[in-house]
């Protein structure tokens, strides 16, 4: 069979897919593509949400350039990243290994597989429950986290740990790193089944330890699913939405407003759905953008590894 022969066969070999990507892409389509649309089309607009959109063109992206609550909103993203993606990712592969190859190796698969689960369930629970219980132990008067503090003598140390500007951002990160970090945990132990578990044997009659191990044997051979946990969450942090509602409604003082929910208040709070739209927009770009940019980047790394 010549050359191009061969190339007449793959081709009619990837059209005899295109009818089953056809429901999904008019899922995509009617779900995802069109809605974004018309979002664009209504950032376009000066628009309250009831009677006749004013075209005005760029004008709600040229108020973005200069709006600084906008880019303070960036700012606070920044560090939700690292505390939905980077944080937990990092610690969700720590405990992946020891649940892996020590957990799982001195006590049993069983013990393991509960600890699992007991780390997993942040994620099972609806994140405005999460949030009400967490609102309640950082409650700055009869909130678990301060009583505790008092118990044990540390008076000084109790706050109003989401009414302070200075530590409520903190507060909330530290609440979305203990919702998140049972995924990748969750993703990572799933990676780590398929690795030989002669390279952990060949390394430890080698004479090296847990650490060398993981960062000479883990690490490298799960790069997949590292990259894969870290576009999800990345995602993830940048449009998060439910923990500042719940807990902190992007105050106080916009201390720890994200875009998503600067969006949601010029939608509803001040009726400029145009500008929220422009928002909105602005910040679905930037998740393509990054998508397409992990998707390169972990193409590249498998193309060298072959």
Same mark, same amino acid.
């Given at each position: 069979?010549?050359?191009?022969?061969?190339?007449?066969?793959?081709?009619?070999?990837?059209?005899?897919?295109?009818?089953?990507?056809?429901?999904?892409?008019?899922?995509?389509?009617?779900?995802?593509?069109?809605?974004?649309?018309?979002?664009?089309?209504?950032?376009?607009?000066?628009?309250?949400?009831?009677?006749?959109?004013?075209?005005?063109?760029?004008?709600?992206?040229?108020?973005?350039?200069?709006?600084?609550?906008? @880019?303070?909103?960036?700012?606070?993203? /920044? =560090?939700?990243? #690292?505390?939905?993606?980077? %944080?937990?990712?990092? &610690? *969700?592969?720590?405990?992946?290994?020891?649940?892996?190859?020590?957990?799982?190796?001195?006590?049993?698969?069983?013990?393991?597989?509960?600890?699992?689960?007991?780390?997993?369930?942040?994620?099972?629970?609806?994140?405005?429950?999460?949030?009400?219980?967490?609102?309640?132990?950082?409650?700055?008067?009869?909130?678990?986290?301060?009583?505790?503090?008092?118990?044990?003598?540390?008076?000084?140390?109790?706050?109003? @740990?989401?009414?302070?500007?200075?530590? /409520? =951002?903190?507060? #909330?990160?530290?609440?979305? %790193?203990?919702?998140? &970090? *049972?995924?990748?945990?969750?993703?990572?132990?799933?990676?780590?089944?398929?690795?030989?578990?002669?390279?952990?044997?060949?390394?430890?009659?080698?004479?090296?330890?847990?650490?060398?191990?993981?960062?000479?044997?883990?690490?490298?051979?799960?790069?997949?699913?590292?990259?894969?946990?870290?576009?999800?969450?990345?995602?993830?942090?940048?449009?998060?939405?439910?923990?500042?509602?719940?807990?902190?409604?992007?105050?106080?003082?916009?201390?720890?407003?994200?875009?998503?929910?600067?969006?949601?208040?010029?939608?509803?709070?001040?009726?400029?759905?145009?500008?929220?739209?422009?928002?909105?927009?602005?910040?679905?770009?930037?998740?393509?953008?990054?998508?397409?940019?992990?998707?390169?980047?972990?193409?590249?790394?498998?193309?060298?590894?072959?």
């Amino acid at each position: 069979m010549s050359v191009n022969d061969t190339r007449r066969t793959a081709a009619r070999d990837r059209l005899g897919y295109l009818p089953y990507l056809v429901p999904g892409l008019l899922l995509f389509t009617g779900v995802i593509g069109v809605p974004f649309l018309m979002n664009v089309g209504t950032s376009l607009t000066r628009w309250s949400g009831v009677g006749t959109p004013e075209w005005i063109g760029l004008g709600n992206y040229r108020k973005l350039v200069g709006d600084g609550e906008f @880019w303070a909103s960036f700012g606070h993203n /920044a =560090l939700v990243i #690292v505390g939905m993606a980077l %944080v937990p990712t990092a &610690v *969700g592969l720590v405990l992946a290994a020891l649940l892996t190859d020590l957990i799982d190796r001195h006590f049993g698969p069983r013990v393991a597989s509960v600890l699992r689960a007991c780390l997993y369930l942040p994620q099972v629970l609806p994140i405005v429950i999460a949030g009400v219980v967490w609102s309640w132990l950082l409650a700055p008067e009869n909130g678990a986290v301060n009583e505790l503090l008092r118990a044990v003598g540390l008076d000084s140390l109790a706050h109003d @740990w989401l009414g302070d500007p200075a530590t /409520a =951002l903190w507060s #909330v990160l530290a609440v979305m %790193v203990w919702i998140q &970090v *049972g995924f990748p945990l969750v993703v990572f132990m799933s990676g780590l089944q398929r690795v030989e578990p002669s390279l952990y044997e060949a390394a430890e009659i080698d004479g090296a330890s847990w650490s060398r191990r993981f960062w000479h044997v883990t690490i490298p051979q799960i790069r997949p699913e590292i990259f894969v946990v870290l576009l999800w969450t990345t995602i993830a942090a940048l449009k998060a939405f439910a923990p500042i509602y719940v807990l902190t409604k992007g105050g106080p003082g916009g201390a720890t407003n994200v875009p998503s929910y600067y969006s949601y208040q010029n939608f509803f709070d001040k009726t400029e759905v145009g500008y929220g739209s422009a928002v909105a927009t602005v910040l679905t770009l930037i998740i393509v953008a990054l998508t397409i940019v992990f998707l390169r980047v972990q193409a590249r790394d498998q193309g060298e590894e072959r």
